[in-house]
């Protein structure tokens, strides 16, 4: 067929000619924009080959109808407009029944009105196959030898005549023949596999570059998909997999093999790739960042339920009130301390404010927006301190369903406030010394160590230099520890700042109450007679309790028998050490039990709440639970006020 008429009529104004010359050609035939990616005409013959109706063909576009082969139509296309004229086999448009049509595409560049059009004449080779059924075997020996020869020829003329192409392409491509044997590289295939073209033009190229897994398990030929569209004839697109540069390092590919028919037999393959190793470390990076993001949500999640757990002093900065000489020197050392790293032991009487000392600490350090993670180290059982402080995972021990996370690592990056650290096990000592040491442990359960930034602050209310003595306490531990000693003043030496803590604790009890309550001058001196054992703690239940009981505006303050002139300051430290300087483990144990049965019996029995045992030996209600445990007292049903038995063994 003479294009140059056609041309002549398609790019005239005489429309009736151009119906002449298209509309009538017998060959199927599309006139396509291949930069708007358009079907502008087709001829009826090409509906009826295609099954579409001419309105539809021409709103479809070039790409749908080559759906999965836009490397190999773009290779087509390019070489049609820089060549003027072109073909190829290996493009297979889909039918309107969505089944794929084998064709041989003839294109032809045409101009029009300063763009280039393509002229597509399309032939079906399913149709040319039936007519040579019929062929003799020596017609099909002779013709089997043409198709080689053509084999040869059709993969010399994509090198030839696309040599433009393959060098201008970002892309690696490369050819490979039905016998898997590599036909032609392009330069940037040679770059991104490190192998120049002759050494793999003429040779199987799967056993060079596609010889592996990237496990490192062999990848077997016979599962290779590009070997595949030899078989099915199809196009397949891989990702996931990587080729194997000369260097032995392996390129994370994306690739399209896509198969080359000559005259209705599959003859080869082109295949174009590309190497998406960054951004497979980029998604790799994007799934690890993913899954810190678990790990702090669930360690957030955690931090939360400590948290919630803990309690804020919001009328003062730092929680701590008081203008006497004492508190002021409180203050000061915690302003010289909090900037530094340096482990602070809190010592002094129960109820004195030891906590809120470390939480001054804490909120005046660089960690202040880090957690302030408490362990009231009297209140966990003897099993389960290292679970407790370290974490452990699912089945480290019975019970364990789960992974848990430690205090230490809660408090990574923040503060660790040990409360009572005179209670914790000897056993575990050296553990805990090992952390502050090195700066690192393991979760019960498990062989891989954790590194963890924790400031550590420890308060006691024993005198941790006898248990050293005594051999309760780790001597290197009690030094690791008492880097900077802070001494929690009792009330009774800073009896100045009693109107001012329980004037703080009324304000707080008016707006639960709501009611208005005030402290009178004479409730004041009262409340600064008294000598306070159980220091601020004390105070704060004797206020909260007062409250409660008022009268028409009237506290009622509830205290014992204080007509007696009080004792000087040093007066209890005296007593305490008139007692014996040395008890025994059973000594200890006799006198802590006696006390708390002394303790029930002053309180009828009763164990916590306002006016239990909890609140008048001063220690919070789960302590007491847990040492009445340890000690074997177990409370039983009686008629008496109170009743309590001792188990077996204690």
Not at 82 to 106: C, D, F, I, M, V
Request: aromatic fraction near 6%; charge should be neutral.
């Amino acid at each position: 067929m003479e294009l140059a008429p056609l041309a002549s009529a398609i790019t005239g104004r005489d429309l009736d000619l151009r119906t002449l010359t298209f509309d009538y050609l017998t060959e199927p035939t599309l006139l396509l924009d291949p930069h708007a990616d358009e079907i502008v005409d087709a001829n009826p013959a090409a509906c009826a080959l295609l099954g579409y109706d001419r309105a539809l063909l021409r709103e479809t576009r070039i790409s749908a109808l080559h759906a999965g082969q836009l490397p190999a139509l773009i290779v087509f296309t390019q070489a049609v407009l820089a060549k003027g004229s072109y073909w190829t086999n290996a493009l297979t448009p889909r039918h309107a029944t969505s089944q794929p049509l084998r064709l041989e595409y003839t294109g032809s560049r045409v101009p029009h009105d300063g763009r280039a059009l393509m002229l597509l004449t399309m032939s079906d080779l399913e149709a040319r196959r039936r007519r040579s059924v019929d062929a003799t075997a020596e017609d099909h020996m002779r013709s089997g030898l043409a198709a080689w020869q053509r084999v040869e020829r059709v993969f010399q003329d994509i090198e030839r005549e696309n040599q433009l192409i393959l060098r201008a392409a970002g892309e690696g491509i490369y050819g490979v023949n039905a016998e898997g044997k590599t036909t032609f590289v392009n330069p940037a295939a040679e770059r991104m596999l490190g192998w120049a073209a002759e050494e793999l033009v003429g040779k199987a190229i799967h056993p060079i570059v596609h010889h592996s897994h990237h496990d490192g398990s062999h990848y077997p030929d016979e599962d290779c998909p590009i070997y595949a569209a030899f078989r099915d004839g199809a196009v397949h697109n891989v990702g996931g997999e990587v080729f194997w540069r000369k260097d032995g390092s392996p390129v994370w590919v994306e690739y399209t093999s896509t198969p080359i028919r000559d005259r209705g037999m599959v003859v080869g393959a082109v295949i174009v790739f590309r190497d998406v190793s960054q951004r497979r470390d980029a998604d790799e990076k994007l799934h690890a960042a993913l899954a810190e993001v678990d790990r702090l949500r669930e360690r957030l999640e955690l931090e939360n339920a400590y948290l919630q757990e803990e309690i804020r002093i919001e009328t003062n900065p730092r929680g701590i009130i008081g203008q006497s000489g004492a508190i002021q020197k409180t203050l000061r050392q915690v302003k010289l301390v909090a900037p530094t790293t340096a482990a602070v032991m809190i010592t002094g009487e129960s109820g004195t404010g030891k906590e809120l000392i470390a939480r001054a600490i804490h909120e005046a350090s660089a960690r202040r927006d880090r957690p302030l993670i408490r362990v009231n180290c009297a209140a966990i059982p003897r099993e389960l301190f290292e679970s407790e402080f370290f974490g452990h995972v699912k089945g480290a021990f019975t019970g364990a369903v789960r992974d848990r996370i430690g205090r230490f690592e809660l408090a990574d990056g923040g503060t660790l406030f040990l409360d009572e650290v005179g209670e914790i096990p000897l056993e575990l000592q050296g553990k805990l010394l090992r952390v502050l040491q090195e700066g690192n442990f393991e979760r019960v359960g498990e062989e891989r160590t954790r590194a963890v930034d924790v400031r550590l602050i420890a308060a006691t209310n024993r005198n941790l230099k006898q248990e050293v003595a005594r051999g309760r306490f780790r001597e290197d531990l009690y030094f690791r520890l008492n880097v900077f000693p802070v001494e929690s003043v009792p009330l009774r030496d800073r009896r100045e700042d009693i109107p001012l803590l329980a004037q703080h604790f009324l304000m707080s009890e008016s707006k639960e109450l709501k009611s208005d309550l005030r402290l009178s001058e004479g409730d004041a001196r009262r409340l600064q007679r008294y000598d306070w054992p159980g220091n601020v703690r004390e105070l704060q239940n004797v206020i909260e309790r007062a409250a409660i009981l008022s009268q028409n505006g009237r506290l009622r303050i509830d205290l014992p028998d204080t007509s007696a002139p009080h004792a000087p300051s040093g007066a209890g430290r005296q007593k305490a050490e008139a007692r014996p300087a040395v008890m025994t483990s059973a000594e200890l144990r006799d006198h802590e039990r006696g006390n708390i049965l002394a303790a029930l019996a002053a309180c009828n029995g009763k164990v916590f709440g306002p006016g239990g045992a909890a609140a008048l030996l001063d220690i919070k209600p789960t302590t007491l639970a847990s040492r009445m445990k340890a000690l074997g007292l177990a409370p039983v049903r009686a008629a008496r006020p109170y009743a309590f038995t001792t188990t077996s063994g204690s």
